[in-house]
């Protein structure tokens, strides 16, 4: 018994520290959104030919060293090139014109290539579209537990699954902010997967308390008889 309070406790602890930690680390460095959410710059360049992906990944390796890039195909014979990075400084531009030009005898120009701003993306906005969707899931959720395990007291269990359900969500993305997990179109089917195996030990949990719950109410009626 003792153990298993000191187990408590540690858990309860720990889940304290890593929450304080996240905290800490989205003040002070905030999440770490994937490039795609970033604030960046871009250009498109107008190859007139077929391109392959890999081709140009190495160039802007060179170009741009370590910093995080995007390319994508763009237009609809995909002969044009959209380029996307943290930065792209005048001379990582010519660098980036004149490797082009050498592998597919373009004849781009720096004057005529315009670097494009790309605002970022706040986070609200990111999750803007599954609001709506989720609150109505948790609430039906919520209905189905509070009349399903209602011999356990349907306000304590709908309290406690929203307890848990909270702490669950501040607990990954504390974890998400101190591991620096980018931000991104995994973000919102992790939050989801979270939600799901949370869900799932609730309810066993529930369905353990009612099984005792009916196992005594079954002796109470045999003692009376």
Known sequence: MKQFIKSKQLKIVLMILII???????AVKGFNFDLKYQDTQRVELYLQTEFNIADIKQI??????NQKVMIQKVEVFEDSVSI?????????????ITKINEKYGTELTAEDTQVQHIAHTRGRDI???YIIPFAIAILITLIYLGIRYYKLNTVKVVSK??????LSQVLLFSIIAITRIPIGRL???????VYLFTLFGMTSRFENNLEKKKSEESKEKKGKK
């Open 60 to 65: 802007t390796n060179e170009v741009f060293g």
């Open 161 to 166: 699954t929203i307890g848990i359900m909270l």
């Open 84 to 96: 996307t990075t943290t930065s792209i400084s005048d001379e990582q531009k010519n660098n980036l």
């Open 187 to 193: 973000t919102i089917p992790i939050v989801i997967l």
């Open 20 to 26: 304080i930690a996240g905290i800490v680390m989205i």
């Open 127 to 129: 999750i803007k579209p």
